[in-house]
C-alpha cells in the first residue's frame, strides 16, 4: 500500500502512540512532518506511556520530547505523557488499559499508530498488544522502530521527501540525552528512509504494518 493511493490518513483524526520518548519520532517522524506539512489537513495528537525518568540521563527528556514535538508540527496541547515505569509495562498492562481507555474516549480517533506485537522490545510489545486488543473498532497501524522491529514485514508504505527525512533527523536531534546511541546517526536514519524507498521505488520512506484497518 501506498499513501498516495489509499490516502487512509487524509482529514483524520490520527494518535500516535510511543511506550517512550523517540519511539514515535523514530518510527513515524517523516510521516508526521509530512501530515503537518499540509497534507491531508489531520489532527495529530501524541502519547507517551513511559517516560523513563527513573533513568538520571533523562531528567530533561520531557523538554526534549516537547522540542522534537515542534520541530515536526505536533501542538503541546496535543501531548499526553503518562509515567509508567520504563522495561516492566506488563506489571502494569491492567492500569495502562484504564488510562488508554480513558485517552481514546477523550479523543476519539480515527487511526492509532502503535509499537507492534512482535517487537522484540519487552515495553513496546505489551502496548502494541494492549492497543490492538482494546480498541477493536478503530485502525490500527504499527510503525517500525529500527533497534527493535527485527521480524517487521511492512504492508504500507509512506512516500517521502529529503525535507520530511531532514525534519525528522531535527526533531530526534532535540533528544540531547540520547544522541550517543547508534540509531540516533543522521547517517542511520537517512540509510533506513532509503531503503524502504527502494522497496517502493522512492527516494524515501517510513514502512508501516497494518495491524486493522477498518473503514466506514
Known amino acids: 500500500m501506498h ?25 513515524c517522524g ?9 497534507y491531508g489537513s489531520s489532527e495529530i495528537y501524541y502519547v507517551v506511556i513511559s517516560p523513563a525518568l527513573e533513568d538520571p540521563r533523562n531528567k530533561n527528556i520531557i523538554n526534549e520530547l516537547y522540542s522534537a514535538a515542534s520541530v ?5 496541547e496535543n501531548i499526553v505523557i503518562m509515567n509508567y515505569p520504563r522495561r516492566i509495562l506488563h506489571e502494569f498492562r491492567q492500569d495502562i488499559r484504564y488510562s488508554l481507555i480513558e485517552l481514546i474516549k477523550d479523543l476519539s480517533p480515527d487511526i492509532i499508530f502503535t509499537t507492534t506485537p ?8 505489551v502496548i502494541g498488544e494492549e492497543v490492538l486488543r482494546l480498541f477493536r473498532r478503530y485502525s490500527v497501524i504499527g510503525y517500525e522502530v529500527i533497534r527493535s522491529s527485527l521480524y517487521f514485514i511492512p504492508n504500507m508504505y509512506v512516500k517521502l521527501s529529503k525535507q520530511h527525512i531532514d525534519k525528522k533527523v531535527k526533531a530526534l536531534m ?7 546511541r547508534y540509531y540516533f546517526k543522521p547517517s542511520v536514519i537517512e540509510a533506513l528512509a532509503r531503503m ?3 522497496q517502493v521505488e522512492a527516494e524515501y520512506a517510513e514502512a508501516f504494518k497494518v495491524l486493522r484497518l477498518v473503514e466506514g
Open 72 to 76: 515536526l508540527g505536533i501542538k503541546k
Open 30 to 38: 517523516a510521516t508526521i512532518a509530512k501530515l503537518t506539512d499540509g
Open 196 to 198: 524502504r524507498g527502494s
Open 3 to 27: 499513501l498516495e493511493d489509499i490516502m487512509i490518513l487524509e482529514g483524520k483524526r490520527i494518535l500516535f502512540i510511543g511506550p517512550h520518548p523517540d519511539d514515535v519520532e523514530l518510527g
Open 174 to 180: 532535540e533528544y540531547k540525552s540520547q544522541l550517543n
Open 118 to 125: 512482535d517487537d522484540l522490545h519487552q515495553d513496546h510489545s
